[in-house]
Each structure stands twice: as C-alpha cells, then as structure tokens.
C-alpha cells in the first residue's frame, strides 16, 4: 500500500467505530475489499504498532485474526519475519488489555503454521521469558498463549511437556489472580497432552495440591467463578489414570468436602465437589472403599440434598447419588443412607424430610439386594409421609419413593401390600379431590 491508500484504510477503521450505522457499515464494507489484498496485513502491522487510539489498534489486530491465515503464504519471508517481531513487541509494550489479548490471538494462528514448519524457533523461548516478567500482564497472556500452542499444535508441544509442567505449576502460585486463572486454563490444555508415561503421570499429580491451593484461594476472595473452573479441571485428572490421582485421593476428596459443607458459599459452587466426589464414587469406587472415603462422601451429598434450594436448582445430588448406588457395592452404600434416613425422617424440617426419602429412593435400584432386607422398617416412615405430611414436596418425594420401591424391591413389596396400598388410595383420592 502507498502513503494514500493507508491514509484512505486509517479513515475508514476509523469510521467502523463510530456509532452512526450507516457510516460504520460503508466503512465495514471497504474493510472487506481492502482485506482480500496481502497489502494489508502490513498495513494493519503499522497501525497495530504506531496507533495512538486503542480502538483502532484492537480492531486493526481483529483483522489481522482472521485474515492472515488467508495471506500468510502470499507474504515474502522479510514481511513475515517483520509481523513477528512487530507482534511480540506489542504484547511486550501494549498497554490495553482487550488489544493485548487480540494481539495474542494473531500470535497464536500464526504460530499454528509457523512453529511446526520451524519458521518461529524463537517463539516458545520468548513467551517462557514472558512468564519470568515482572509484569502480571506479561506472565498472563504468555500462559495464555501457551494455552493456545498446546491445544494447536499438540505435537510440538507435547516434547516440552516437563518444561510446560513447570512453567504451569508457577502459574498456579503466582500472587495475580488473573495469572492464576490463566494458569488453570493451560493445565487443561497440557492434560490432553498426557501420554501414558510415569514421569508425566508425577508430573500432573504434582499439579492437584496446586490447584486445591488456588480454590481454596478464590473461595475466601469470593472468585467462586475461578474456583468452579478449578474443579472442573480436578475432574479431568480424576477422570484419568488411577496412578495419578491415587495418591493424593484421601487430600482432594477431604477438601471437597470441606468445600461441599461450607454453607457461607452458594450452592452451585457447592454441587461442583458434591459432582467430583460423585465423578470418583463411579471411577475409583474400591480406592474410595479401600480409603473408608465413601462414608464421608455419601454424608456429604446426603447433607448437601437437604438444604434449601430453589426451584431450578435441579436434583444432580441426587443423580450422583444413584451413580455410587450403582457402582459402589451395596454393603459400603446402604449402611450410611439409612443413618441418613433415621436422622431426618423425623425431622421438623421438610427439606430433611424430603432429603431422607430421596436417599432411600435412588439407592433402591443399585442396592436393591440390601434394601429388600430392611424395607419393613423404611415403609412405616415412607407411608406416614404420603399421607400426612403437610408438605407438598415431602409427600410427592415419598410417592417417588414408593414408586422406586415397587419398581425394584419386588417381592417383598408385593408381599407388604396390605401395608401399602390403603395409604397410596388415600392420598390419590386426596388429590382428586383437591384438583376438583
């Protein structure tokens, strides 16, 4: 492009940021005619570096996102090696941070291409550099970039994987929380890295007292958002090999438990350990046996399932619930559901009510053999609750209930109908008549 012509494109990105319609969608329009020119990709570079508005740096970097790729060949190797250095001198000496962050995404498709060809040797250095700024900003969008590498170009990345470890795990203990976060997303990153090696399964173990650290960090700042990120991201590991998680299992599954029974937090932070633990009871059920974890674990959800909720909080504890039920063998579930039971059966509070027939509900299926054995003491609770609890929710769990009992406690469910079914017509005629 001439001096004219960049004066012209300096204009019109100029004119895609006003807020008159019109005027923005002419100069939308001469912004895709421009961009089908390679000409434009140092253009774009001259505005990035020497704008003095951020706007347009950020929509200039916008630009170059998306249509590099398209020129990125066309270009001569002098032009390249200019965008790259152009490119990591602004996220060096960029002060915006939305500009940044899109200067980062232009590194990032580029980098896709580039470093697997061995055409930017220079760049996984540059960004490790980064990491060791003394600038939050720099340490964060080198993470994030990194980030970006491994889920790109996995290959390449996968040969620095005890470097990457590292350079991580320092991310997970940096004092700026939004390195932190930018650190967790790399960790899950380099998780699809992972091959079946011991040295990287030490390696990610090494990453789960990290990341507790960083939850537990962001629930007494209130970052309950980051922390909720965290546990998705201990979820993938336990989803993993046993030989990573197993022994840091007793640590992770205490603090989720910690964590599942602070009622000072809201509860969708809470279900997520209730939702790990639950993850655990289906992947790891004899580890969790052989540790004597699964009591706690079943108390855990037990309590959580009887707090007050609102009405689209969802029954996932519940589900979970089921899960182990159904994993975990009936002799290390049933003992501790039915303490659950007798505790808050009686209770004068609804919500224990409702949570103790649930309990004995989902486990009816998965520990049918051991329920059959004590339903002659569970029914007199189920049935008094049917028919005379002054709870809508608490009578309409116990026919779940009993709808789960006779579906899968058969035959002594049968054989105690005379104990049953005068309460059951009861409480339909009850509600015919309510609904006439």
């Given amino acids: 492009m001439d001096a004219q012509q960049k004066a012209e494109l300096s204009v019109t990105l100029a004119q895609a940021l006003v807020t008159d319609n019109e005027v923005r969608q002419q100069a939308e329009e001469k912004i895709k005619i421009a961009a089908k020119n390679p000409a434009i990709v140092p253009a774009l570079l001259e505005f990035l570096h020497s704008s003095p508005e951020p706007p347009v740096r950020h929509l200039a ?9 398209q020129h990125w060949m066309k270009l001569g190797r002098e032009v390249q090696d200019q965008a790259k250095a152009v490119l990591l001198d602004n996220i060096v000496k960029e002060t915006t941070g939305t500009v940044r962050r899109a200067v980062s995404d232009v590194v990032g498709v580029i980098a896709k291409h580039a470093v697997p060809a061995g055409e930017w040797p220079g760049l996984l250095e540059f960004l490790h550099q980064c990491t060791q700024s003394s600038q939050e900003e720099h340490r964060e969008v080198a993470l994030v970039l990194f980030c970006s590498l491994a889920e790109n170009i996995p290959d390449v990345l996968s040969g620095h994987f005890t470097t990457l470890q590292g350079i991580f795990l320092r991310g997970l ?5 939004s390195v932190r976060r930018a650190a967790l997303n790399s960790v899950m990153a380099l998780l699809e890295l992972t091959g079946n090696s011991e040295e990287e399964y030490k390696l990610v173990r090494d990453l789960v007292h990290p990341i507790v650290q960083v939850t537990r960090a962001c629930l007494e700042t209130g970052d309950e958002e980051t922390a909720i990120k ?3 991201m201990l979820n993938e590991i336990v989803e993993g090999p046993s030989k990573i998680i197993n022994p840091v299992l007793p640590n992770l599954v205490q603090f989720c438990l910690e964590v599942a029974g602070n009622t000072t937090l809201d509860l969708n932070t809470r279900q997520m350990p209730v939702e790990l633990l639950g993850q655990l009871g289906v992947s790891k059920p004899k580890q ?24 689209d909080f969802g029954d996932d504890d519940f589900q979970i619930l089921d899960m182990i039920g159904q994993h975990v063998a009936a002799k290390h579930v049933t003992g501790t559901v039915l303490q659950f039971y007798q505790n808050a059966i009686g209770s004068s509070n609804f919500n224990e009510r409702r949570a103790a027939l649930s309990s004995v509900a989902v486990v009816a299926e998965g520990c049918a053999e051991m329920m059959r054995k004590v339903l002659k003491e569970l029914l007199p609770g189920v049935m008094s609750c049917l028919t005379s609890d002054a709870s809508e929710e608490v009578r309409a769990m116990s026919a779940f209930t009993l709808s789960q009992f006779a579906m899968f406690l058969q035959p002594e469910i049968v054989n105690m109908h005379a104990a049953v079914l005068p309460g059951a017509y009861a409480a339909a005629f009850r509600i015919h008549y309510s609904q006439s």
């Avoid at 970097?61 to 790729?69: D, E, N, S, V």
């Avoid at 203990?173 to 929380?177: I, K």
Wanted: net charge positive; hydrophobic share 50%; glycine share 4%.
């Fill in 230 to 232: 965290a546990f998705e």
């Fill in 288 to 311: 969790l046996v052989r540790m004597k974890l699964i009591g706690p674990v079943i108390t855990a959800m037990c309590m959580l399932s009887a707090e007050p909720r609102p009405e």
């Fill in 173 to 177: 203990g940096d004092s700026a929380p």
């Fill in 61 to 69: 970097a916008l630009i170059l996102r998306k249509r590099i790729t």
